[in-house]
């Protein structure tokens, strides 16, 4: 067996999988503050007409536009790994997969949504893209095909984030991007924030404030979101689909899935397309990976909520830790959201996804590992997954079980070194959320209708 599976080029996904279409319940509809349904045409002042109808839509199969598919063949298919090397330092009978989405020109999953939603907004004539990122994937992400698609691009990057990872800052401005630390002085949002907090490290739910309020308020603008909406979800599912049709060529099906979950576009691109089997009555464990600083799905509520700070947003049904909820400056910036996408929410509160909290410096030590066994330095968000499919390898080294597990990595870590160093100087600590600040939080839940 090879440990490494490749496509051929022409292997490549054609059309993008919506999971809506196998879901058992369609999905809760999206809210204003009073109650009412959005529609639509509501959604039209920061988003393009395409868009909107993906994000809609419980059509199967979605085209993927040749123009789209041009831009992703600079790096995808995607390679799929087998870790045989982490098989060994674990002594586990478990064979232990994952789908390497480090190879893109971000370094990330990422490019897979922002390629797409470059392209639609560039077809619409818009000309500027504002945009919120945590740990500065996605902001890199929507950078470079800002770039490739001839559009201007505005990035809100969370304040810890940006004083934590100055090069992925260095990379949006490299590909041209304007980038801002925030909350900033420029947004209403930002100083509101500010006014309550002058030391504020920023949230991502700040950060999309700034960003929408910026798309808002300018018709040759739209704003663009790397994760939680479904349109996203669906974009990303071109990795599951490619690692199904990698797997089948070594004659392999997983037993469990493990991929982070911040807002839900790395667990649902790699997972939802394996949701089909599931639906169809397929034996498969999906398990969407969070930090215990940040444990929106194995502590929030399903409510309906903002997917930001300051309630600019329509209300979403979501697993919700509090839209004004402030999570620690953890390295996985990418994860620290106080929501999550509506489509794994209700999901897993219909009990079809699994869901696993794990603390940082476990996180980090997976890490550690999967690079001194396979050579690739993982992501901080990344690790998670890594570390959640070690817990389940162990466990089968104990019971003599031989699953097989599949993770995604999402990321590579090269810009992520200053993490590594606090934790290989013992700096890191882990942070388990209190209950009770979580509750104060969830006590502001908006009143629908």
Not at 34 to 41: A, H, K, L, N
Not at 352 to 369: D, K, N, R
Request: net charge negative.
């Amino acid at each position: 067996m090879k440990t490494k599976i490749l496509l051929k080029e022409a292997d490549m996904p054609t059309h993008w999988y919506n999971i809506v279409a196998d879901m058992p319940n369609p999905p809760a509809p999206i809210l204003a503050p009073d109650g009412s349904p959005v529609t639509p045409d509501a959604l039209s002042a920061i988003f393009p007409d395409a868009i909107i109808e993906q994000e809609v839509s419980a059509q199967r199969w979605i085209p993927i536009p040749d123009e789209v598919r041009e831009v992703l063949r600079l790096w995808r298919p995607s390679p799929l790994y087998r870790a045989e090397r982490l098989e060994m330092a674990l002594k586990t009978p478990a064979k232990i997969y994952f789908k390497n989405e480090a190879v893109s020109p971000a370094g990330s999953h990422k490019p897979n949504t922002a390629v797409a939603q470059a392209y639609y907004n560039k077809l619409q004539g818009i000309k500027r893209l504002a945009t919120e990122t945590g740990a500065g994937q996605w902001g890199c992400s929507l950078a470079l095909a800002g770039q490739l698609f001839d559009l201007e691009v505005r990035v809100y990057m969370v304040k810890v984030s940006y004083q934590q990872k100055p090069y992925r800052r260095s990379m949006m401005q490299t590909w041209g991007a304007e980038v801002f630390p925030s909350p900033t002085d420029i947004t209403q949002s930002g100083r509101h924030i500010l006014q309550q907090d002058a030391d504020s490290p920023g949230s991502l739910g700040i950060a999309i404030s700034e960003a929408v309020e910026e798309a808002a308020g300018r018709s040759d603008t739209n704003y663009a979101l790397g994760s939680v909406l479904n349109h996203v979800l669906l974009h990303q599912t071109i990795i599951g689909e490619e690692a199904k049709k990698q797997l089948e060529l070594v004659g392999e099906y997983p037993d469990a899935i493990y991929a982070p979950c911040g807002g839900g576009s790395n667990f649902g691109g790699i997972a939802f397309p394996f949701f089909a089997d599931k639906a169809a009555g397929k034996e498969i464990d999906l398990v969407a990976v969070e930090p215990t600083s940040c444990p929106t799905l194995t502590k929030g509520v399903y409510a309906y909520d903002y997917g930001d700070t300051e309630g600019l947003t329509p209300l979403t049904k979501m697993y919700t830790l509090g839209h004004d909820f402030m999570p620690p400056g953890i390295h996985a910036g990418g994860l620290r959201y106080h929501g999550d996408s509506a489509l794994v929410s209700q999901l897993y509160n219909e009990g079809l996804l699994s869901a696993v909290a794990i603390p940082q410096l476990e996180t980090f030590e997976a890490g550690e590992l999967f690079s001194k066994t396979q050579g690739i330095i993982p992501a901080p968000e990344s690790c998670h997954a890594i570390a959640a499919t070690v817990r389940e390898a162990k466990r089968c080294a104990e019971t003599g079980e031989a699953k097989t597990l599949l993770f995604n990595l999402s990321g590579h870590g090269h810009f992520d070194m200053s993490s590594y160093d606090r934790y290989f100087k013992g700096e890191l600590e882990d942070f388990d959320y209190p209950d009770d600040a979580i509750q104060a939080s969830l006590s502001h839940l908006p009143k629908v209708g």
